[in-house]
């Protein structure tokens, strides 16, 4: 006589033996993908840096300003983002795969105050931040930020020409960058080096650096840097952030690679990062 049903038992091992490969290929699938995110996050920031270099290319190799204010006008701020999109003709690929929410409600007050006349916030909250501290360089006393310029009032230091970098294969440019109060991941147009508030070459515009600071700001809104202790960079990538040098290449580094050439660690008090070797720096000193 043929037997033409499964026994229960048979039935139970073939679903214990499902549930066992799902339970395996699950979490793979979620890291593959995390990796395909992460691979299109690189493209975004690699796109990011093409489009810088042509403005460079268009302005004797003169790096964008990181955010000013035009001396004609209505007043209204502007970011690099702004400056380089004719370049890129795509807002979306300054936001990464991996990122949050592009804006905060509760931080919405400084496009409606006078004094912070910002063209739109998608300006304000891209997850790809300029290395201000070092590309647009306050001096030691801090007394040429907000100066005018050419184009108008740079909020930062003067802009500094490319070709003056040491080396620019080893010159952080752009990377993963985001205020993580009071909502992680949102986004941040600038990132801090780390080491620049005790350096007597460079100022910091906003007095924070790689410590944990509830009094962490950017030209007016009021978060923090708690969670990441590392400046407004934020390790969204598997590898740590993923980061676009001045020459145009890209990778994923982990903070502690982010830092080197200091003596930063999660957990040190803001503003006593020490720069010890500039030679392994990678935020652009010396020039």
Known sequence: ????????????????IIAILAAILFPVFAQAKVAAKNASSLSNVKQTMLGELMYQNDYDDTVVLACWIPLVGNGAWYTWGRTIQPYMKNVNIMYSPLGGPHAVTSWMIIFSQQSYNWIG??????????????????????????QGTAAGINLFGPPIQATALNSSAN?????????????????????LAPGTIQAPDVCVYDGDDWGPNPSFYFAGITGSTTTTQAGAVYPRAPGGANVAFADGHTKSQQLGTIAQGTNWYKGQANGTALILDRTKYEWGAPY
């Open 121 to 146: 916030n998608w300006q304000y909250f891209f997850q790809y931040g300029m290395n201000s501290s070092w590309l647009n360089p306050g001096n030691g006393q801090c007394s040429n930020l907000q």
């Open 1 to 16: 006589m043929n037997r033409k049903a499964f026994t229960l038992i048979e039935l139970l091992v073939v679903i214990a």
């Open 171 to 191: 010159t952080i440019f752009f990377t993963d960058a985001a205020e993580d109060a009071p909502q992680q991941n949102v986004g941040s147009y600038v990132a």
